[in-house]
């Protein structure tokens, strides 16, 4: 069955970087996009990245562009999100997603809490 | 950026009840939107995908509808575990949104 396991996440201070992992299993890791989507303690779902199947190309949510970058290694079957300058806005639990049909979201990790605090 | 509206915030219901749920975009998306179901403590779960495909293992009582700017998800009969919160989402030009949210409490 598919499984996607976040981990990485914790408290840092702002201004400071963290980076998160997801390790895929139970399909064909290298076939799918894959995203980021982030939800803030009792706000709504935010979309932050997205990796085409071969790392080919990359897009970003404007909240994030220019300070995290989305990266994968099919080799190992795993996602990445390096979150630099971080702001106490990102805090939130970030989901390691895979994508359906360019765009949707098929499957979920349980995800992994960034608190952001000095 | 397009923005997603839903209402109403809040829908009480009782199990066995018909539930209409809607979802306004800021500008036409076509056919390009997507409902999620999440429970409490539990990442989403998609439902309906392309504004009216279930996706795989979702039951027949949910349904999709709507283009260009105002869909609905359909609940024909309000099962226990339909109690959640829902979202929509749209993909245009690699810019995705979600809604505010809808919440399913029981009556």
């Known amino acids: 069955q598919v499984q996607l396991v976040e981990s990485g996440g914790g408290v840092v201070q702002p201004g400071r970087s963290l980076r998160l992992s997801c390790a895929a299993s139970?399909?064909?890791?290298?076939?799918?996009?894959m995203h980021w989507v982030r939800q803030a303690p009792g706000k709504r779902l935010e979309w932050v990245a997205v990796i085409y199947h071969d790392g080919s190309n990359q897009h970003y949510g404007d909240s994030v562009r220019g300070r995290f970058t989305i990266s994968r290694d099919n080799s190992k079957n795993t996602m990445y999100l390096q979150m630099n300058s971080l702001r106490a806005e990102d805090t939130a639990v970030y989901y390691c997603?895979?994508?359906?049909?360019?765009?949707?979201?098929?499957?979920w990790g349980q995800g992994s809490l960034v608190i952001v605090s000095s | 950026e397009i923005v997603l509206t839903q209402s109403p915030a809040t829908l009480s219901l009782s199990p066995g009840e018909r539930a209409t749920l809607s979802c306004r975009a800021s500008q036409s998306v076509g056919s390009s939107l997507a409902w999620y179901q999440q429970r409490p403590g539990q990442p989403p779960r998609l439902l309906i995908y392309d504004a009216s495909n279930r996706a795989t293992g979702i039951p027949a009582r949910f349904s999709g509808s709507g283009s260009g700017t105002d869909f609905t998800l359909t609940i024909s009969s309000l099962e226990p575990e339909d109690f959640a919160v829902y979202y929509c989402?749209?993909?245009?030009?690699?810019?995705?949104?979600f809604g505010g949210g809808t919440r399913v409490e029981i009556k």
């Open positions: 997603v895979r994508d359906l049909n360019s765009g949707w979201h098929d499957y």
């Open positions: 139970g399909f064909a890791f290298s076939v799918y996009g």
């Open positions: 989402q749209q993909r245009t030009n690699w810019l995705l949104t």
